[in-house]
């Protein structure tokens, strides 16, 4: 059975930083394509941040581009999202998303982590 454990959401002062986490099991990581994605109230989930399989290509929505990191560790079975300057309008629900690289259907989600962004 796979599982996507999400953490390190919370409530954050504008300008600060956050680091979630995406730990997985039952799969074979490596052989996922990675995503976070956010949803806030009355929005459209919309995609954050992704990293291909082998780890060597990234790509960030333009409104993160230069302030979030992805990142993934083979060995922790995890993915990451780095979060730095972080802005009101960044206050969302983070979901990650894992894809199997060949097999579309295989497509996994966690169950989403607060991230809230106020002074």
């Known amino acids: 059975q796979v599982q996507l454990v999400e953490s390190g959401g919370g409530l954050v002062q504008p300008g600060g930083s956050l680091r979630l986490s995406c730990a997985a099991s039952?799969?074979?990581?490596?052989?996922?394509?990675m995503s976070w994605y956010r949803q806030a109230p009355g929005n459209e989930r919309e995609l954050v941040a992704a990293?291909?399989?082998?780890?060597?290509?990234?790509n960030y929505a333009d409104s993160v581009k230069g302030r979030f990191t992805i990142s993934r560790d083979n060995a922790k079975n995890t993915v990451y999202l780095q979060m730095n300057s972080l802005k009101p309008e960044d206050t969302a629900v983070y979901y990650c998303?894992?894809?199997?690289?060949?097999?579309?259907?295989?497509?996994?989600w966690g169950q989403g982590t607060q991230v809230t962004v106020s002074s």
């Open positions: 039952g799969l074979t990581f490596s052989n996922y394509a």
């Open positions: 990293i291909t399989s082998a780890g060597g290509s990234t």
């Open positions: 998303n894992f894809r199997h690289r060949l097999v579309s259907r295989y497509d996994y």
